[in-house]
């Protein structure tokens, strides 16, 4: 696969994902948010298990140890993540939460220089900060007054980053993209219905209630966008993949002016165009500069 094509797989990862904001919302008027964690998780689980299960077989080698180490740590950072952004989301909008998540953006090139001694393509710090202007301006252009939801999403956006570093560490040495979504998938679910048998009420009919949003949060925004995100981080940078990730932002905005009647603001139109700004700068330039280096070599 090219990095264009898993260029667009992550930007379809993050349309997936902008409208599971809309459904991890109301999901949270029946259940509460660890439940509501473990189920789509669960569910994930299932979607994913027969494609892991059939990549094992044709695997040209066994996973080692610190590999299975490596998925299950990427599972407790997700849940970490997920847990923050999904009881914030019970106390700020759907768009400050697509907003403030997206400070993963920023996040993730400098963890890649501080932890992984890797340094981006130039082009990726100057997109991050336009990427991260445009979410800013999608949210209205200030948060007049923090909530503590909107604390508790600024948390997860931290995870979240560890998360996207992760996946492009053990994705791209392992090549079991699917194997590395099963795994995350099930320590999410068990350890989030440990976390919710311990703090929160279950009863079947709430869970009926919620179903739609389960069903839809575990096969598309769990099951489908974030295994589309392990395998599109097999051909890019982690830099890179989350800028792209970044349009959940806009997708999260879109949703919710659609389904939750919250409105953008007229400067949100300018922010969505920074978004795609950065999108195609981190698609186009490095693209463009490598090949005229080659050519510069050739001559």
């Known amino acids: 696969m090219n990095r264009a094509k898993a260029n667009l797989l992550l930007l379809l990862a993050g349309a ?8 991890q919302s109301t999901a949270m008027d029946a259940i509460g948010p660890m439940l509501f964690v473990s189920l789509r998780f669960a569910l994930a689980t299932l979607s994913v298990l027969p494609f892991a299960l059939r990549e094992s077989r044709y695997a040209t080698a066994p996973l080692s140890r610190s590999d299975w180490t490596g998925f299950v740590w990427i599972g407790i950072v997700l849940l970490v993540g997920m847990a923050f952004q999904q009881v914030g989301l019970l ?10 998540t997206g400070l ?3 996040i ?7 932890v992984l001694r890797q340094q981006p393509h130039p082009i990726v ?3 991050a900060l336009l990427a991260f202007a445009g979410i ?6 200030s948060i007049v007054s923090m909530s503590r939801g909107d604390v508790l999403v600024i948390i997860g956006a931290f995870f979240w980053a560890c998360q996207v570093l992760l996946v492009g560490l053990y994705g791209t040495r392992t090549g079991r993209p699917l194997t590395l979504s099963a795994v995350q998938f099930a320590v999410c679910a068990a350890l989030g219905f440990v976390a919710a048998v311990a703090t929160e009420p279950i009863e079947f009919r709430a869970i009926l209630d919620a179903a739609p949003e389960i069903v839809y949060s575990g096969v598309f925004s769990s099951g489908l966008a974030f295994t589309l995100q392990a395998v599109g981080q097999r051909y890019t940078t982690s830099a890179q993949a989350a800028i792209f990730l970044s349009s959940e932002a806009l997708f999260a905005a879109l949703f919710g002016a659609i389904f939750l009647a919250e409105r953008i603001a007229g400067i949100g139109y300018l922010g969505c165009i920074f978004i795609f700004a950065a999108i195609l700068a981190v698609e186009i330039i490095p693209a463009t500069t490598g090949r005229r280096a080659g050519k510069a070599k050739a001559s």
């Not at 997936?16 to 459904?23: K, S």
């Not at 106390?91 to 403030?100: D, K, M, S």
């Not at 800013?136 to 252009?141: A, D, E, T």
């Open 108 to 114: 993730v090139p400098f963890l890649m220089v501080g």
């Open 104 to 106: 993963y953006v920023v």
């Open 16 to 23: 997936v994902w902008g409208m599971g904001f809309v459904a």
């Open 125 to 127: 710090w100057p997109a």
């Open 136 to 141: 800013w301006l999608l949210s209205g252009g």
């Open 91 to 100: 106390t700020t909008t759907v768009t400050n939460a697509g907003f403030l």
